[in-house]
């Protein structure tokens, strides 16, 4: 009932066509009794001698033809406006549910599977439909139908009515064991399809590296299995659910056999007419019709439950990183980045950086270097605000970068990582991406800093060239230096580079250091690299080993050290 709650209360500003959607149900209603009642009074007229009235019958077939044509208008409405609410706010609780996943924080994303994300914010999502368009409707419009012939039903006559009644203590008693036994089976059913989704998405994004180790067969077999656990999962789920609908069905058409035995024997006595007993049965088909189909909407809304528990658990987990109370919104930045005695770890028992200090001047390059492991790229995390520090302090021109807004933050950063992405579109679109309001010529300029000119211009449309998913039409190099032309247009006062120079042959890389020493002194600089010819050209360049800063200096200065830099220069360049 919270969850429900919550749900609507996401969709209220479509709250005016469920109010179309529940008075036309009320209407529906009215006229679905109007039907028997009218069908009694006809079966009333043929029965007595001397009152079989043409006029009267007609009347009856006007009001008849007047109640279906009505029933059939406000079933349109109904059916209409409850599923415009039920799929805008469906397409609304998607929008939210991605928007909150851009909020969250990098360490939420460590141990998910991307496809587990996908499935909650499309399937559990697309039970919301379910819930608003034909669960709760066939609930308000089963109760309304059980109360009104209820009530006709002792208008006519309340022995029988009564007797009527002793079928429903044994539904009601079966609903609420239904109830308890078919949640945790669609809860279930929802994470298998979750399971599904994850891999089918995790071999798509894999596809090549399947197709090169051959394994197809495997793969086949792990969604084959995957498909098989949801199928088993649900089928358990229906199993039981069917198990009811006979049950509920059988027990209902118990109270037919009570009428027509009781009804019979008093209409043989004379107690009741003909008339009445044929409207009673009528009517007795009309009462047990919500209790029949309230297994399938027990089931709807158990499914509903389901999803939208998977969907708010989601919604309701808090990013890690956000703004602190009072958090200024800075405009621009000198670039001139301190850390203060900064420690990290992403698990409690193995620290990434101890203890950390460096400060990088407004326009200085500093460079990140030593072996895999050591912190490196944890170091720009921080700096970008994706983690923060288990203790020590971390400022942008003296103000810690807790007390900034991380929008603002960001906008004064542009990163290029090692593993570059990019997205489905033209190479002009993704060179653009972080400045929307960039011109073309804008674009081109950067991508000439970048070295990425000349074999855009080579491409079959040119900068109009779209590249596919990833990247995927693009060479590791030439998809390296977009991502580093996006950086350069974005024109930061911070630019981030990570391995930027993994993915390139020796030429372009000597291309990609002259367009790095181009952007020097014009920015602050934070290099991470493996080529340590990237970095000689750094005002300092920090060496890291098992977390901590073990030399510092020039190249030539750590050169002369004789430490843990020579060594990784000499195994580079046998020096």
């Given at each position: 009932m919270k969850n429900f709650i919550r749900i609507l209360k996401q969709g209220r500003q479509y709250w005016k066509y469920l109010i179309v959607a529940g008075i036309s149900l009320l209407a529906i209603t009215a006229f679905n009794l109007v039907t028997p009642w009218k069908v009694r009074e006809l079966v009333d007229i043929l029965s007595k001698e001397g009152t079989k009235n043409m006029a009267s019958i007609r009347n009856i077939a006007i009001i008849l033809a007047v109640a279906y044509i009505a029933r059939a208008f406000f079933s349109y409405l109904y059916r209409y406006f409850s599923h415009v609410a039920a799929w805008r706010l469906v397409a609304d609780m998607r929008v939210i549910v991605y928007e909150h996943l851009q909020k969250l924080s990098l360490s939420f994303?460590?141990?998910?599977?991307?496809?587990?994300?996908?499935?909650?914010?499309?399937?559990?999502?697309?039970?919301?439909?379910?819930?608003?368009?034909?669960?709760?409707?066939?609930?308000?419009?089963?109760?309304?139908?059980?109360?009104?012939?209820?009530?006709?039903?002792?208008?006519?006559?309340?022995?029988?009515?009564?007797?009527?009644?002793?079928?429903?203590?044994?539904?009601?008693?079966?609903?609420?064991?239904?109830?308890?036994?078919?949640?945790?089976?669609?809860?279930?059913?929802?994470?298998?399809?979750g399971d599904l989704n994850a891999v089918v998405q995790d071999n798509i994004s894999g596809i090549k590296e399947i197709q090169a180790f051959n394994q197809q067969s495997r793969e086949k077999k792990r969604v084959e299995k995957r498909a098989r656990k949801y199928t088993s999962a649900i089928l358990h789920a229906l199993r039981v659910s069917a198990i009811f609908h006979p049950v509920v069905e059988m027990i209902s058409s118990l109270g037919t056999v009570i009428v027509v035995a009781f009804g019979g024997w008093f209409a043989l006595k004379g107690y009741v007419?003909?008339?009445?007993?044929?409207?009673?049965?009528?009517?007795?088909?009309?009462?047990?019709?919500?209790?029949?189909?309230?297994?399938?909407?027990?089931?709807?809304?158990?499914?509903?439950?389901?999803?939208?528990?998977?969907?708010?658990?989601?919604?309701?987990?808090?990013?890690?990183?956000?703004?602190?109370?009072?958090?200024?919104?800075?405009?621009?930045?000198?670039?001139?980045?301190?850390?203060?005695?900064?420690?990290?770890?992403?698990?409690p028992s193995n620290p990434v950086?101890?203890?950390?200090?460096?400060?990088?001047?407004?326009?200085?390059?500093?460079?990140?270097?030593?072996?895999?492991?050591?912190?490196?790229?944890?170091?720009?995390?921080?700096?970008?605000?994706?983690?923060?520090?288990?203790?020590?302090?971390?400022?942008?021109?003296?103000?810690?970068?807790?007390?900034?807004?991380?929008?603002?933050?960001?906008n004064q950063i542009s990163i290029v990582l090692q593993d570059t992405f990019l997205f489905n579109g033209s190479v002009a679109d993704n060179i653009a991406y972080g400045s929307r309001d960039a011109s073309f010529e804008d674009i081109v300029r950067a991508a000439k800093i970048a070295r990425a000119h000349d074999f855009i211009m080579q491409l079959p449309e040119g900068y109009d060239t779209v590249i596919g998913e990833r990247g995927v039409k693009l060479s590791g190099g030439q998809k390296q230096?977009?991502?580093?032309?996006?950086?350069?247009?974005?024109?930061?006062?911070?630019?981030?580079?990570?391995?930027?120079?993994?993915?390139?042959?020796?030429?372009?890389?000597?291309?990609?250091?002259?367009?790095?020493?181009?952007l020097a002194g014009t920015r602050t600089i934070i290099v991470i690299a493996h080529r340590l010819s990237t970095v000689k050209q750094a005002d300092?360049?920090?060496?890291?080993?098992?977390?901590?800063?073990v030399e510092s200096g020039t190249h030539d200065e750590l050169i002369k050290q004789d430490g843990l830099y020579k060594y990784l220069c000499e195994v580079q360049f046998g020096i």
């Open positions: 994303y460590q141990d998910k599977q991307t496809g587990q994300l996908m499935s909650r914010a499309i399937n559990d999502t697309a039970t919301f439909e379910v819930l608003i368009a034909h669960a709760v409707p066939d609930l308000v419009t089963n109760v309304l139908i059980l109360v009104g012939t209820g009530i006709l039903l002792f208008v006519i006559n309340p022995l029988l009515a009564a007797l009527t009644l002793i079928p429903i203590p044994f539904l009601v008693l079966g609903s609420g064991i239904f109830t308890k036994k078919v949640l945790p089976n669609f809860r279930e059913a929802q994470g298998k399809l007419s003909t008339a009445d007993i044929v409207g009673f049965i009528m009517f007795l088909g009309l009462f047990y019709q919500p209790i029949t189909t309230l297994a399938r909407v027990i089931e709807d809304l158990q499914q509903a439950a389901a999803g939208a528990e998977r969907v708010f658990e989601l919604l309701d987990t808090e990013p890690d990183i956000v703004d602190s109370e009072g958090a200024k919104t800075i405009t621009s930045s000198k670039g001139e980045i301190t850390f203060k005695n900064v420690s990290f770890h992403y698990i950086l101890k203890n950390i200090s460096f400060t990088a001047k407004p326009g200085q390059m500093i460079a990140l270097v030593g072996p895999t492991g050591v912190g490196k790229s944890t170091v720009i995390s921080l700096i970008a605000r994706f983690y923060d520090p288990v203790s020590g302090e971390i400022l942008l021109d003296g103000m810690n970068i807790k007390d900034i807004t991380i929008s603002s933050l960001r230096r977009l991502s580093i032309a996006r950086a350069v247009l974005r024109n930061t006062p911070i630019l981030i580079l990570d391995e930027a120079t993994a993915s390139v042959d020796v030429e372009t890389e000597a291309e990609i250091q002259k367009a790095i020493g181009e300092n360049i920090l060496v890291l080993k098992d977390g901590e800063i």
